[in-house]
């Protein structure tokens, strides 16, 4: 971080992230990329028009107190010399007020404009959405214009235009004023027209607007009353607003609601004119001390508490293990961007106010500062999980019943806060004080604690350093586990309908339908998967000499150690919860000097998901601009109305550029890694962590190592492809930027029905888990063909295995209002050279995984810590299955599982809802 971009951050990013953030918003609502640069046009010409007024009063001061002085001066410098005339000169300038820093009052406009330049320059000249996009007799809004050629040079209309324009604009506004500020002008006009010139026309369009509307505002100051004037084309235009959203059909409640309030600002200055007279106005008094101290407050609110409260909860998932990036560099960012945003960009408009208009900005922030640390507390506190880019599994959605309650809170918080700031409007500035050392206290612990944390593993732990090689052996026996976090075993038939060509691919393969999982998340389902049933639930429980971290770490040991200690090479990637920690840590097996270990964190690091292409190298990069981009703008959305939240959460997109289009393709150079869908046939962008585990799956035979050795090898794979769905490309389901299977998504009803029974595909997530469930199929399938080519494929046992399922609602399994798919994992078994693609209807559990593996090759199994024997007995009778309430791995030091709801399956067919009774809780 240098001190440049520390500046950019500080000054241009705010304007930068406004200006995209409506020229989104617009583009959704609208779907025209002319008509929304129109619009943010309008809005960002609005926004600062008070600031260019208050800007030309300041030069009008200056002309006229010049002009006072003039003859004075002019006198003065005749007669006297040297020192003389400089005292002198000085002197005049203490009798008058004057100081010669004041000339600069005349730039005041010229600098204003330049960040504000710089920001729309980044913004549109690199937008790529606008490539293509024809508005009116505009060809391509992402290219120069280029009207006609002479020769090879292209003559561009539109700077052109914009030249004259700005040209005309400072002959009305320069009138009668001195020659150097008619120079500043026209030269400035001189400079836009190089620089823009050979610019997209999409940012020469908006230049343009801004100079038209210039021109209209010049006209406007030379009127005998230009505010009622200005009031009243306002009113009009809040008006047109307000009637075209009503009119519109294809616009939702929700956004008819916020389109209409932004009609109805635009008329409030008038309608506010009319029923306040100034003589019944009370004199207020402006209150800098609160001001400052509440944009103080506000910018450590979003800037540091709120995003470091976000990393603290699970630090090493921001964390950039090559790079060995720290994560707190992402809160600085967001700290900096914050103060860019409130206090400097809240200071300048606060300096050009009024002393009026001072009073009323100083009752807005104490108001505003009381309204998001309710909306940021109080609401919005339980929408799922959240990734380390910042999206939720499941999009933010509120009831009607959460707007109204917001809202009372808001009108109650308003109407307190008003009253508070009339009675004790001087104390106000040391509340905020109290408040911004409670903020920069807490933010400062979780930053520490971010810090600590980062520290902490990197010397205590074991960091991937290598890349995984998996060994098998020509001669020899290979096991290989292949846990797949989230597999749905119920989809398996419905897979194997669409593509029966699959049934080549998994020769030898038995498919067990029948199976369980004991929880509904890797952290209660792992256990039993990786140490066979000493480790249910009710048996983890039942033993209160180990924590659940010693236990996890114990059952992740125990096949790894078994076919150790039987002569095999051990090699384990990833294994899940290692230490109870979310990202993979292999220390656990430092004990086993001889084990290979590796983590796949960042296999996109070193390979491409697609191996047609060099998209996975700028994956990391657009990762973290996401973060520094996205983080601030999350806790924006968190302090922000209900009303409000889903528009600037925007499907985890947070209202980045959207191509001009408006459909969704989300590219302000550079590609998506947040898909947002169109119901289930249309996505745009790609799913990040999908992308990891894709990547890991498509370049297995890069990394399998092939020897004629007879020494035996043992594989414990772990790999999360089902665990994030997406929508991918239909037929071949591969990750795509762009996705359209409309085509392909003609017979639903016929496509998913297998031996009568049709699996519901409705909605986005139950299509997006039986894409990446399949997508795991094909890919894994091109892996066992290269094992086959290979020769390592009849003398290979395989184990396809679960850990949980997903209530996805699509065979109507439920048990107490609850759908009992979450326990229904993927297990399928290929034996060594087995023949054929057989389904097997006997009861199963993933805890059968450890007695499968060693079955006919480790005589009479013994679990290596507890001696007791691994088998298949601990699925007799009926089969309890535990859903703890708001399990996390914070709780590992804890010597069992918390209270959770009970559900016993009777019989051998989890398929059957009467199977399932609801024992309570325990």
Known sequence: MTFISVLYTLIITPLELLFEVIFSIANRLIGNAGLSIIFLSLAVNFLVLPLYKRADELQAEERDIQAKMAYRLKRTKETFKGDERFFMVQEYYRINHYKPVYALKSSVSVLLQIPFFIAAYNLLSGMQGLQGMRFGFIADLGREDAMFMIG??????????????????????????????????????????????????????????????????NVFYKLKDPKKALNIVLAIAGLAVIVSTLIRADLDARQKVLLSAGGLLLALPLITGFIRKKED??????????????????????????????????????????????PVYYVINAVILAFGSWVLWGGVFYFFMSDKTKALFSRAIWIICGVAIADYMLFGTKLGTLSSTLQYVVSPSF???????????????????????????????YVLIIGILAAFFIGFMNSSSVAGTYTGYWLFSKPPTELLSIPLSKSGKNVIVIFLDRAMGTQVPYIINEKPELKEKFEGFTYYPNTIS?????????????????????????????????????????????????????????????????NSDISVYDDYPDFHCYTTTNTLQYYNWDKSSDRSESVITRVNDIRNRNFF???????????????????????????????????????SIVQTNDGISKCKGY?????????????????????????????????DMPH??????????????????????????????????????????????YHVNMATFIKFGEWFDYLRANGVYDNTRIILVGDHGRDLGQFDITCNNRDMELFMPLLMVKDFNAKGFTVNEDFMTNGDTPALATAGIIKDPVNPFTGKPINSDGKSGPQTVLHPN?????????????????????????????????????
Request: aromatic share 12%.
């Open 281 to 326: 106005q009370k004199p207020v008094k402006k209150n800098t001390g609160a001001f400052v101290t509440g944009t103080i407050l506000m910018a450590l609110f979003t800037g540091l508490l709120i995003p470091s409260t976000v990393m603290d909860a699970s630090a090493l998932e921001f964390v950039d293990f090559v790079q060995q990036t720290n």
């Open 518 to 582: 004991y929880g509904p998340s890797t952290l209660v389902g792992s256990p039993a998967l990786y140490g066979g049933y000493e480790y249910t639930p009710a048996n983890i429980n039942a033993d209160k000499t180990k924590t659940l971290i010693d236990t996890q770490n114990e059952a992740l040991k125990v096949m790894p150690v078994l076919f150790y200690n039987n002569g095999y090479t051990i090699t384990v990637n990833d294994p899940a919860y290692a230490n109870y920690k979310v």
């Open 152 to 217: 090879n040079f292209p003559v561009n209309v539109l700077p052109i235009l914009m030249t004259i324009i700005n040209v005309v604009s400072g002959i009305i506004y320069t009138k009668g004023h001195p020659i150097k500020e008619k120079v500043q002008v026209y030269g400035l006009a001189a400079v836009f027209l190089i620089l823009l010139y050979r610019s997209p026309s999409g940012l020469v369009f908006y230049w343009l607007l801004n100079n038209v509307f210039s021109l209209v505002k």
């Open 399 to 429: 009831e009607l019943s959460e707007h109204l309650v917001n809202l009372l809170v808001i009108t109650v918080i308003i109407v307190v806060f008003s009253f508070l700031y009339d009675k004790i409007g001087n104390l106000v500035k």
């Open 886 to 922: 708001d399990w996390d791995p914070s709780g590992g030091h804890l010597t069992g599982f918390p209270a959770g709801d009970l559900y016993t399956l009777y019989g051998k067919d989890p398929h059957i809802a009467e199977n399932w009774k609801y024992a309570g809780r325990g």
């Open 687 to 719: 799913s990040l962590y999908f992308l990891n585990s894709y990547a890991t799956v498509n370049n297995l035979d890069k990394m399998t190592v092939i020897s004629d050795s007879k020494q035996d090898t043992f594989l414990m794979m772990y790999n």
């Open 724 to 769: 994030w769905p997406c929508v991918l490309q239909e037929p071949e389901y591969v990750p795509s930027a762009n996705i359209d299977n409309t085509n392909y998504d003609v017979d639903m009803v016929k496509r998913y029905t297998v031996n009568g029974v049709t699996m519901k595909m409705e909605n986005y997530l139950q299509a997006s888990h």
């Open 633 to 671: 703008i999350f806790s924006m959305m968190k302090i922000s109305p209900v009303i409000l939240q889903e528009t600037i959460y925007d499907g985890g997109m947070y209202n980045e550029a959207v191509s001009a289009a408006g459909n969704g393709d989300r590219s302000s150079g550079a590609f």
